[in-house]
Nanobody, 127 residues
Framework: QVHLVESGGGLVQAGGSLRLSCAAS????????MGWFRQAPGKEREFVIG????????YTADSVKGRFTISRDNAKNTVYLQMNSLKPGDTAAYYC????????????????????WGQGTQVTVSS
C-alpha cells in the first residue's frame, strides 16, 4: 500500500513557475514508476509527465514538453514536478500517481496503469 500526498499548488500568473511535490509513504518507493496527471473542469484526466523506476527515465506529454520537468528523490520518497512558463491552459487539479509496472524504463500514459493516487492539488494560472 502506498499513500501519496501532493503539495505546492496555488495561483500563479501566466509565465510564472510552480513546483509540485508528491510525498509517498510505504516501502519500495524506488520501485514505482511515478506519474503526474491533471484534470480541468469538464475535461478528462490527462497524462502530463512521468518518471520510471530504476533509470529514472522521464516521459513528457507534448503539451508540456520544454516547460515541465520531473525528478525524484528516492531517499526522500518524493517526486517533483517543476512547471515553468505556465499558461492559463495549464489550470487544473494535478494528481500524483504510482505504478507497479515492472518494465524497466517504461512510463505508462494510461491512468489505468497506475495503482495508487494522491488527492490532488489545484493549480490556477491567471492571464
Amino acid at each position: 500500500q502506498v499513500h501519496l500526498v501532493e503539495s505546492g499548488g496555488g495561483l500563479v500568473q501566466a509565465g510564472g513557475s510552480l513546483r509540485l511535490s508528491c510525498a509517498a509513504s510505504g516501502r519500495a518507493f524506488s520501485s514505482y514508476t511515478m506519474g503526474w496527471f491533471r484534470q480541468a473542469p469538464g475535461k478528462e484526466r490527462e497524462f502530463v509527465i512521468g518518471i520510471s523506476w530504476g533509470s529514472s527515465r522521464p516521459y513528457t506529454a507534448d503539451s508540456v514538453k520544454g516547460r515541465f520537468t520531473i525528478s525524484r528523490d528516492n531517499a526522500k520518497n518524493t517526486v517533483y514536478l517543476q512547471m515553468n512558463s505556465l499558461k492559463p491552459g495549464d489550470t487544473a487539479a494535478y494528481y500524483c500517481a504510482a505504478s507497479l509496472v515492472t518494465t524497466a524504463g517504461w512510463v505508462p500514459v494510461a491512468s489505468r496503469e497506475y495503482d495508487y493516487w494522491g488527492q490532488g492539488t489545484q493549480v490556477t494560472v491567471s492571464s
